[in-house]
């Protein structure tokens, strides 16, 4: 069958979109690399710190399913710039007051907002792309999203050396704050679909249904293989004589394999040269490969060899999972389903490091990166066999 011509939409239209996933990256990432800087500067305990970097993940696990939903019922634009415009205040009150304990409500102040913006964002791409083209535009989403998640510690690092916590903060104020002056501008007020009653049992047998568990098990790995290599390829780098920077020049080259590689496997899809069954477990192996390398054979050349693999299996599998799942997804639903997606990605983000942190304590870091692998590979498993290809639905 020939697959449908894809529907242009105007970069004006998505472009407040692909800055909404950056900022919601940029944000957990970020902050969180500044406040393990700076800890000590504003009188975090360790006890402290680990609280206030969990308060972000914690309220987007709680929240994104929630406000997910309520895109479905009031349609994802005013749920999209209500949502920045939170993040932007919170940030701002982040900014101008430093107490630990408003650092710790800003932080959950901007995952509340981000758990409101962020799949309300999915679901816009979703739509607006259509099913023809859902691969190329979550193929550019997530290359921004990617990009944040990656280059958020670097600009972090950037903004604490140019004017400390308060500068980060203030950034991040502007950013949300632009995003959503140029939401409320160019992005178009799509209607709110009719819905049939959904009851408990319906909920739970369509997030329990393999086309939503799989593709987001995918989503989970590759978030973790990515939560993992940002931490941890920049202390591999430095184990290995590496200085620093050029520790965390690995994750720039993370950055933007992900980042170039996403679009391009969003067109392949789209135009029917790459299916999800087998696309999304072939970037998870590649991820394993870049894991397992750097496991095996820490050294100055596999530190970006790894940073490399990671990169481009992470920018295959991902807009491949997305676009699975809205292809599988009718559209009155699909800010609940995206944003319960999400969830599993902040899980997956959360539970990568500490997997690797709890077996490199227990074990060996060699033998953890080993463990990270294994889930991987197992992942990519469970997708090669599980995943189907999803019937066309009429654009």
């Given at each position: 069958?020939?697959?449908p011509?894809?529907?242009?939409?105007?970069?004006?239209?998505?472009?407040?979109?692909?800055?909404?996933?950056?900022?919601?990256?940029?944000?957990?990432?970020?902050?969180a690399a500044?406040?393990?800087?700076?800890?000590?500067?504003?009188?975090?305990?360790?006890?402290?710190?680990?609280?206030?970097?969990?308060?972000?993940?914690?309220?987007e696990?709680?929240?994104?399913?929630?406000?997910g939903?309520?895109?479905d019922?009031?349609?994802?634009?005013?749920?999209?710039?209500?949502g920045?415009?939170?993040?932007?205040?919170?940030?701002?009150?982040?900014?101008?007051?430093?107490?630990?304990?408003?650092?710790?409500?800003?932080?959950?102040?901007?995952?509340?907002?981000?758990s409101?913006?962020?799949?309300?964002?999915?679901?816009?791409?979703?739509?607006?792309?259509?099913?023809?083209?859902?691969?190329?535009?979550f193929?550019?989403?997530?290359?921004w999203?990617?990009?944040?998640?990656?280059?958020?510690?670097?600009?972090?690092?950037?903004?604490?050396?140019?004017?400390?916590?308060?500068?980060?903060?203030v950034?991040?104020?502007?950013?949300?704050?632009?995003?959503a002056l140029?939401?409320?501008?160019?992005?178009?007020?799509?209607?709110v679909?009719?819905?049939?009653?959904?009851?408990?049992?319906?909920?739970?047998r369509?997030?329990?249904?393999?086309?939503?568990?799989?593709?987001?098990a995918?989503?989970?790995?590759?978030t973790?293989?990515?939560?993992?290599?940002?931490?941890f390829l920049?202390?591999?780098?430095?184990?290995?004589?590496?200085?620093?920077?050029?520790?965390?020049?690995?994750?720039?080259?993370?950055?933007?394999?992900?980042?170039?590689?996403?679009p391009?496997?969003?067109?392949?899809?789209?135009?029917?040269r790459?299916?999800?069954?087998?696309?999304?477990?072939?970037?998870?192996?590649?991820v394993?490969?870049?894991?397992?390398?750097?496991?095996?054979?820490?050294?100055?050349?596999?530190?970006?060899?790894?940073?490399?693999?990671?990169?481009?299996?992470?920018?295959?599998?991902?807009?491949?999972a997305f676009?699975?799942?809205?292809?599988?997804?009718?559209?009155?639903?699909?800010?609940?389903?995206?944003?319960?997606?999400?969830v599993?990605?902040?899980?997956?983000?959360?539970?990568?490091p500490?997997?690797?942190?709890?077996?490199?304590?227990?074990?060996?870091?060699?033998?953890?990166?080993?463990?990270?692998?294994?889930?991987?590979?197992?992942?990519?498993?469970?997708?090669?066999?599980?995943?189907?290809?999803?019937?066309?639905?009429?654009?």
């Open positions: 069958m020939t697959a011509t894809p529907r242009p939409v105007a970069v004006r239209v998505l472009a407040p979109l692909y800055l909404a996933g950056f900022t919601t990256a940029f944000g957990a990432h970020g902050v500044a406040l393990g800087v700076r800890s000590d500067d504003v009188g975090l305990t360790l006890l402290s710190f680990g609280a206030i970097l969990a308060l972000y993940d914690l309220a696990v709680l929240l994104k399913p929630v406000f939903a309520l895109s019922r009031v349609g994802p634009k005013p749920v999209v710039v209500a920045l415009l939170a993040f932007a205040l919170v940030s701002l009150a982040g900014a101008v007051l430093s107490p630990p304990a408003v650092l710790a409500l800003a932080r959950l102040g901007q995952g509340a907002a981000a409101a913006f962020s799949p309300a964002s999915s679901a816009a791409v979703a739509r607006l792309a259509g099913p023809a083209a859902v691969g190329r535009y193929g550019r989403y997530g290359a999203k990617s990009l944040g998640y990656a280059a958020g510690p670097l600009l972090g690092a950037g903004l604490l050396a140019l004017g400390g916590m308060r500068a980060l903060f950034a991040l104020s502007v950013l949300a704050a632009g995003a140029w939401a409320a501008v160019a992005l178009p007020t799509l209607p679909l009719p819905r049939p009653r959904a009851t408990v049992a319906d909920v739970v369509q997030t329990t249904d393999r086309t939503f568990l799989v593709p987001t995918v989503l989970a790995a590759s973790a293989a990515l939560g993992v290599a940002v931490g920049p202390l591999v780098a430095t184990r290995v004589g590496l200085a620093a920077p050029a520790g965390m020049a690995a994750v720039t080259v993370l950055a933007l394999a992900s980042t170039v590689v996403q391009v496997v969003g067109r392949l899809r789209d135009a029917g790459v299916d999800t069954r087998h696309g999304a477990p072939g970037g998870l192996l590649v394993t490969a870049g894991v397992l390398l750097v496991a095996v054979a820490p050294h100055a050349v596999t530190v970006y060899a790894a940073a490399l693999l990671v990169g481009l299996g992470i920018g295959t599998a991902t807009p491949l676009a699975h799942l809205a292809a599988a997804t009718p559209p009155e639903r699909i800010g609940r389903t995206m944003g319960a997606a999400e599993g990605r902040e899980l997956g983000d959360a539970g990568g500490l997997l690797v942190g709890a077996v490199a304590v227990a074990v060996s870091l060699p033998v953890a990166l080993g463990a990270l692998a294994a889930v991987t590979a197992g992942t990519a498993a469970v997708g090669a066999t599980a995943l189907r290809p999803v019937p066309p639905r009429s654009p």
